[in-house]
């Protein structure tokens, strides 16, 4: 683990962080479409979560199964609701926008995990303030890429 920042998910158990990647793809598969860059945040997830690789296989089996959200957030602790809410909101975006569907399930989440309205706002600006400071970087090195400008001219 060194050489990389500690970080909440670190504090989960394995079982917790098979419940935390099970919330995240009710998130990607909520709006009915998953798509390339919402499978690449959630492959990057899993990393992070450091998944066995059999728990990676059959969550990858699943990601077009819809499971049951009620009985996620039954059995999830604070912290495991916390950090994928923080970590839905992240992959909500990677396509560029937040759909009413995933809007839904993550105020759902939010309300679980006693996260206000105000709250989940605060998460939507960390992500949009987190889109910019990457596209700073990619213009620091003069790499720009599609969407950059949108991000820069404020």
Known sequence: ?????????DMLSPMEKEVYIELLTIVANSDGAL?????????????????KPEVRAETRK???????????????SIDTLKVALRDSVLLAAADGEYHPAEVLVLERIAEAAGVSIDGLDELYDWVTEGWH?????RNVVDMRIAGDELLTDE
């Open 1 to 9: 683990m060194s050489g990389m920042l500690p970080d909440a998910i």
């Open 35 to 51: 798509v390339r860059e919402e499978m690449a945040a959630l492959e990057a997830f899993m990393g992070r979560a450091l998944l």
């Open 62 to 76: 699943k990601l077009r199964q819809t499971g049951d959200l009620e009985e996620l957030l039954q059995r999830s």
């Open 133 to 137: 400071w990457l596209a700073k970087g």
